[in-house]
């Protein structure tokens, strides 16, 4: 069991936009502004799309947005194309003795 | 250009110690702002976070594992090393390394590795 919940499957179709959530507690999600999410295709390496909430690194789309109210952190994607389908990870700092948690991850197919 | 690359057996049997290198290149370990990761995941499952090291060589552990991890540093080798002990068949995972950054994020991943325990 994942510390952090996020929905097993989500799917819209080209050009929709979709969000996904990453429930936690107020030991990480809501407690930080410290939550990153990461998308991964089939046998590749995760791959950083939004750090500290809603920033996203050089490089990542700007359909791609996070943000965050309480315990729930949400990644939306906007313009859905065939490439962004994919599973796609949040994580936290959590102030537990446990530095990081990941969410249970989400698959997302674009229809 | 930050690269990391983990290397360490591909099979170990039950009850064994595992051990894994990550090599890194493109920063340094002493002042890597967060300093290196290890997160594994198992065959069509999340990702888990084991265990981190700081460049100041403070180190973090997943609560669950605690017990059975090691990880460490060689500055001069460019090197982070994880030690698991007492493996088990639920163990079998793709094991990655990867710098932490800004947030407490992972910006640069290696390519994975895959470890099989089985006898």
Not at chain 2, 2 to 7: H, I, Q
Not at chain 2, 11 to 31: A, Q, W
Not at chain 2, 61 to 80: E, F, G, N
Not at chain 2, 112 to 118: E, I, K, M
């Amino acid at each position: 069991q994942s510390a952090l919940t996020q929905p097993a499957s989500v799917s819209g179709s080209p050009g929709q936009s979709i969000t996904i959530s990453c429930t936690g507690t107020s030991s990480d999600v809501g407690g930080y502004n410290y939550v990153s999410w990461y998308q991964q295709h089939p046998g590749k390496a995760p791959k950083l799309m939004i750090y500290e909430v809603s920033n996203r690194p050089s490089g990542v789309p700007d359909r791609f947005s996070g943000s965050k109210s309480g315990n729930t952190a949400s990644l939306t994607i906007s313009g859905l194309q065939a490439e962004d389908e994919a599973d796609y990870y949040c994580s936290s700092y959590t102030s537990s003795s446990t530095l990081v948690v990941f969410g249970g991850g989400t698959k997302l197919t674009v229809l | 250009q930050v690269t990391l690359k983990e290397s360490g057996p591909v099979l170990v049997k039950p009850t064994e110690t595992l051990t894994l290198t990550c090599t890194v290149s493109g920063f340094s370990l002493s002042n890597a702002r967060m300093g290196v990761s290890w997160i594994r995941q198992p065959p069509g499952k999340a990702l888990e976070w084991l265990a981190h090291i700081f460049s100041n060589d403070e180190k973090s552990y997943s609560t669950s594992l605690k017990s059975r991890l090691t990880i460490s540093k060689d500055t001069s080798k460019s090197q982070v090393v994880l030690t698991m002990t007492n493996m088990d068949p639920v163990d079998t995972a793709t094991y990655y390394c990867a710098r932490m950054g800004w947030g407490y994020s992972y910006g640069s991943w290696g390519q994975g590795t895959l470890v099989t325990v089985s006898s």
